[in-house]
């Protein structure tokens, strides 16, 4: 993910990740409202990491249609801030 702004619950944003397809890549592009960003455990072990579980960036959005998805974040992953969160400036 990268760096230059903290994403925040509430404001709207646009997610493009780099999906592998065969010898080549595709983009696939999800905007929607954050609901929530950080690390979350996943189910899968791990030697060596904090609870002996595999740690992963995920971001949790509210499409406008008002699905509810939850994206792993890599170092493909990008971030773009379409709008601020209800009572934040600019």
Same mark, same amino acid.
């Given at each position: ?9 509430? /404001?709207? !944003? ?6 592998? &397809?065969? +010898?080549? $890549?595709?983009? =696939? ?5 954050? /609901?929530? !960003? ?6 899968? &072990?791990? +030697?060596? $990491?904090?609870? =002996? ?38």
């Amino acid at each position: 993910m990268q760096a230059g702004f903290e994403v925040l619950p509430g /404001q709207r !944003v646009r997610v493009t990740q780099q999906v592998r &397809w065969g +010898a080549s $890549s595709r983009n =696939h592009v999800v905007e929607g409202r954050v /609901q929530s !960003v950080g690390q979350e455990r996943t189910g899968s &072990w791990f +030697a060596h $990491s904090k609870d =002996h579980k595999l740690w992963l960036d995920r971001i949790r959005l509210e499409k406008d249609d008002g699905e509810l998805i939850a994206l792993n974040l890599d170092q493909y992953s990008r971030i773009e801030l379409l709008e601020e969160a209800a009572g934040e400036s600019a």
